[in-house]
Nanobody, 124 residues
C-alpha cells in the first residue's frame, strides 16, 4: 500500500508560484504513474496532471497546460507540481495519487492510493 504525503500548499497572490511535493513513504511507487488532482469547495475532484513512471511522459488538464509542470525524482520517492502564474480559480485542495498503471492517466478511477491533500489558496 502506497502512502503519500503532500506538502507545500499555502496562501499566495495571483500571478505567484508554488511548488507542491508528494512523498511516498513506502518507496513503492517508482514503477507507477503519479497524478495530481484538485478539489475546490462544492466541486468535484478534477484532474490536474499526471506523469509516467519514468518521468518522460506527462499529461495535463487544459486549464493548467503551460502554467503547471509535473516532475518526479524516483531516487527521492517524490513527485512535484510546479505551479506558475497562479489564478484565484486554482484555489483548491490538491491531492497526489498513485496509479495502478505505469503510464500517465487522467481518469480518477485509475488511481488507487491518495494522499490527504494540501490547501492552495490564491488571492486576487
Amino acid at each position: 500500500q502506497v502512502q503519500l504525503v503532500e506538502s507545500g500548499g499555502r496562501l499566495v497572490q495571483a500571478g505567484g508560484s508554488l511548488r507542491l511535493s508528494c512523498v511516498d513513504s513506502t518507496r513503492t511507487s517508482s514503477n507507477k504513474a503519479m497524478g495530481w488532482f484538485r478539489q475546490a469547495p462544492g466541486k468535484e475532484r478534477e484532474f490536474v496532471g499526471s506523469i509516467n513512471w519514468s518521468g518522460k511522459s506527462t499529461l495535463y488538464a487544459d486549464s493548467v497546460k503551460g502554467r503547471f509542470t509535473i516532475s518526479r525524482d524516483n531516487a527521492k520517492n517524490t513527485v512535484y507540481l510546479q505551479m506558475n502564474s497562479l489564478k484565484p480559480e486554482d484555489t483548491a485542495v490538491y491531492y497526489c495519487a498513485a496509479s495502478v498503471f505505469s503510464s500517465a492517466r487522467s481518469e480518477r478511477a485509475k488511481y488507487d492510493n491518495w494522499g490527504q491533500g494540501t490547501q492552495v489558496t490564491v488571492s486576487s
